[in-house]
């Protein structure tokens, strides 16, 4: 039971990527189910490789809504290294370049990107087994202001890297990611005292409710990595909008696992 609920929370989890990601980008460069799809497999395959690892009873409320923010953390940390540092794809389409680049431009040797995103990787682990080694019997508060923060520096940090050169440094889009990642890791404390759990649930979170502004919140805006440029299907734009629906269904679910799990106090 607990493996089939961990491949459904995987599944919605990819759905909420995949709904957020094809809404801003589908007017731009077109839809395919394939694309569609990708998060939804990848989320899915690692909801159930999560769960056997953390060998959690998902019968629990509070369970299913940590994982779900787990799964989201590790679906988007794999997709984006893979189109960040070893997917070659024409960069002319984009207004701040996906793949990795120095000072806005894209680096074309793909053995100095696969060395990048093997360094980053390796970033990633180090801080993860030092939020292992450093775990203490801290108050949630500061648990959740010190290493619950820790991979949203790390998402803000790779974003400057990113967009800066193109678009200029931001001060509260840079900020941004931290700060969210404490309010969540907040939360997440009430359910587990597992401190890279703390962090990799609360960076998840913090993109899911991020992206939900930028998508929703931002409509009429362009998203950076399309500022600038055209339209290409105009007419995705009145197609996609159950989409909008199905994602708001997801948020619903998610959330009315936080509030049973709060009130039964799990």
Known sequence: MNLLIALLVGALAGAHIATWGMYKDAPHEGFTWS????????ATVVGLAAQLVVDWDLTRAANRFVLWGLVYCLERGVTELWKGFIRDEDQAKYFIPMQFAILGKPVKSAAARLAAGLALVLACVALALAIRAGERPWPG????LTVGSAFGWISAIVG???DAPIEGFETFKFFRSPLVAVAWALVVTRFTGDWL???LAAEGLTVASIETYKTFGLAGKPRGKFAGKPITFPEIIEWRKPFARFYLAIWIVVLVQLVVALASRE
């Open 160 to 162: 400057a890297w990113k």
């Open 197 to 199: 759990v703390i962090a």
């Open 141 to 144: 508060w500061l648990v959740a």
């Open 35 to 42: 694309t569609y799809a990708r998060s939804i497999v990848v």
